[in-house]
């Protein structure tokens, strides 16, 4: 009898492909990021560990065995859910794993803006001594986290550390011990208009797509700082170019956009009050062992006869 399969679409060090075996001795696991050693075997896969625009084709065809999905990142806006939800195919994602890097990104992105260190940059690749007063600082300051979830949680910690005042809101309006105020979605004009930097950190539905508009930026400081880091389908990107541009806010730091990669020809590349990543906030060089912890506790869950549970995405809420 064939063993039934587990395909990752990523490349594995050998140590983690071990373990997936050792939780899953029964499943013959095929992992590597190139096509060519996955895609023939996806038509039997039960399990898949990542996701890859060209399994469309194979997994959701009659005969596929396919029950659950693990993602390899926290979005899963691209992904076809509602195929994953008509075939009864489980999705997990690895919501979680970019909690440090990702916070840690949002706090270079503000001590960036106060310290101006995005414009000395600048100056010092011309090579001139140039100073960029005036300077802010963040303690003291109003932050609002839009979407607190795992990454807004560490956030809205590191924040307090740097004795901000934390904001927040989140759907359900649940509070955090690091929020000093959690709203639900009905205090999102509060938290825009008391905020010194608005952070968002919202993932992509058809409720947050443009939630951020001329409407939102005009009710911001004329000092405040726009930090996404969630999905920039979020954001209406010719609103915030003109808020930019008239001073309706004061800068933007951005790791995502309507458009990656960012066209060339995007007029936010040369605004001198942004900062722009190319959609690394969450990279980082611990993301596999992150990643695997989720993955191996959902295995075993599932190799017991359960159901996946850690970070299951509720269809209807699109994440
Ligand atoms: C993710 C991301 O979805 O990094 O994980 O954007």
């Excluded at 396919?66 to 994602?93: S, Y």
């Excluded at 730091?253 to 936010?268: H, K, M, N, R, W």
């Amino acid at each position: 009898m064939t063993m039934p399969k587990i395909v990752c679409v990523h490349s594995l060090s050998a140590e983690h492909v071990e373990q997936i075996k050792r939780v899953a001795p029964d499943y013959e696991v095929i992992c590597g990021k190139d096509k060519a050693i996955w895609q023939e075997h996806l038509k039997d896969a039960e399990i898949m560990a990542g996701w890859n625009a060209a399994a469309k084709e194979e997994v959701f065809q009659p005969g596929s065995k396919l029950r659950w999905v693990q993602n390899w990142g926290a979005g899963v806006d691209r992904l076809p859910l509602e195929a994953f939800k008509e075939h009864g195919i489980a999705l997990t994602t690895a919501s979680g794993v970019h909690a440090y890097s990702i916070s840690e990104t949002i706090f270079a992105m503000m001590l960036s803006f106060s310290r101006k260190l995005h414009l000395s940059i600048r100056h010092q690749l011309n090579r001139k001594w140039q100073d960029v007063s005036p300077y802010g600082e963040l303690h003291e300051k109003t932050i609002g986290i839009i979407g607190v979830g795992a990454i807004g949680e560490e956030t809205a910690r590191l924040a307090q550390a740097f004795r901000m005042k934390v904001l927040g809101v989140r759907r359900s309006g649940e509070p955090s011990q690091y929020v000093d105020r959690m709203y639900d979605n009905n205090g999102l004009d509060t938290v825009l208009a008391e905020s010194d930097f608005v952070v968002v950190t919202l993932p992509l539905t058809s409720e947050t797509r443009h939630l951020f508009g001329k409407r939102e930026f005009g009710l911001m400081k004329p000092n405040a700082i726009f930090i996404n880091i969630g999905r920039g389908g979020t954001t209406d990107t010719e609103a915030l170019l003109e808020a930019l541009r008239n001073g309706t806010i004061a800068g933007a730091g951005l790791d995502v956009f309507e458009q990656e990669p960012l066209p060339e020809t995007s007029p936010l590349w040369s605004q001198d009050n942004v900062i722009i990543t190319p959609h690394n906030s969450g990279s980082t060089d611990r993301y596999e062992e992150r990643a695997m912890e989720i993955f191996l506790h959902n295995l075993k869950e599932y190799t017991a006869g359960s159901a996946p549970s850690l970070n299951r995405v509720d269809f209807s809420k699109q994440y």
